[in-house]
């Protein structure tokens, strides 16, 4: 059982010190590892030994299971097609390294073509869906403004239903927008998803900034502009994230609206060359092999693979310090 002891100095009202008994005593049972501070929850004492290798086994198992394949990957890429056979597949030893995939799908090939696609694709979708994402969210944050419960809810009902394939396919084909890259950009403009989260983390904005600053002259566009957006600035960044992601990814509107092969983002290529072996549009499958030094096959498919993860490995360490504060400041408070 447990003692009781009183403290000289403390008031009866506080709670008395509980001192634990000795678990190694006769009939105490299995020994237990004794707590610094019985008062404090269990899940706030420091890790043990043990829970701290187990903690660390763990983390770095997980870090090879991902860093793994993207070796691979990258290591094939810089492989000839010797090292290929050698190795019966993806190369994991670097032997015979060569620049030759890469020199072969920049030479002014489709892949470049692509991949210039990909980012202007990017580059103007962020911007104009960050935009237009930033002015809903920030009328949408207005209880006053006009319409303001009618908008939020076609906002949410966007989230759960969805007109489908035929509709958004006979919606681009009558605005002409057919084998046009807007076709990749506009049709997917807007995420909902995103504009909620802009909109609760400006409605957590202290409304008192914004008073004094509206009684100080300043419109709707100052204050968004002047005192808004940079108080939002992590938000920002995490959407515009999430934004470049989507686009750089996407293939599937390339497949429905593109039919024009020069106009095909990187994603497509690397769709139809890597995962469906489809030869790339004007190339020649056979003239690969004709120079000395050319590789062909898996180097080719790991080199565009690798081309098409680069840009998000070296955007996203910029954006990653404002990631858990943007996703967190913008989340929905319960």
Request: charged residues 10%.
């Amino acid at each position: 059982m447990s003692t009781q002891a009183a403290v000289p100095g403390l008031d009866a009202a506080q709670a008395p010190i509980t001192l634990q008994p000795n678990p190694l005593q006769a009939g105490a049972g299995t020994p237990r590892r004794m707590r610094r501070n019985p008062n404090r929850p269990v899940y706030q004492e420091p890790p043990t030994f043990l829970g701290t290798t187990l903690r660390v086994l763990v983390l770095v198992l997980i870090t090879l299971a991902v860093l793994f394949p993207l070796w691979s990957i990258l290591v094939t890429s810089f492989s000839t097609n010797d090292s290929v056979t050698r190795s019966g597949g993806m190369v994991t030893l670097p032997r015979g390294l060569t620049l030759s995939a890469y020199k072969q799908i920049l030479a002014g090939g489709i892949v470049t073509r692509a991949a210039l696609v990909s980012v202007f694709v990017t580059v103007v979708g962020v911007a104009i869906s960050t935009t237009v994402s930033v002015l809903a969210a920030w009328g949408l944050s207005k209880p006053t403004s006009f319409g303001h419960r009618p908008l939020l809810f076609v906002f949410l009902i966007t989230m759960f239903f969805g007109a489908g394939m035929i509709p958004s396919y006979l919606l681009v084909s009558e605005l002409g927008l057919l084998d046009s890259l807007w076709s990749l950009i506009l049709p997917g403009c807007v995420s909902a998803f995103n504009v909620l989260i802009l909109r609760n983390f400006f409605m957590a904005i202290e409304p008192a900034i914004i008073e004094a600053a509206r009684i100080d002259g300043a419109g709707e566009w100052r204050i968004l502009t002047r005192i808004v957006l940079p108080l939002s600035a992590a938000v920002i960044a995490v959407v515009a994230l999430f934004y470049g992601v989507g686009y750089w990814n996407a293939f599937f509107n390339a497949m429905l609206y593109i039919n024009d092969n020069t106009k095909w983002p990187l994603q497509l290529v690397l769709r139809s060359y890597v995962l469906q072996g489809v030869s790339l549009p004007g190339a020649d499958p056979g003239q690969i092999d004709v120079r000395e030094g050319q590789v062909t096959g898996l180097p080719i498919k790991m080199a565009v693979v690798v081309l098409a993860i680069i840009p998000i490995l070296v955007v996203y360490p910029f954006v990653q310090k404002h990631f858990t504060k943007g996703v967190i400041f913008g989340a929905v408070k319960g």
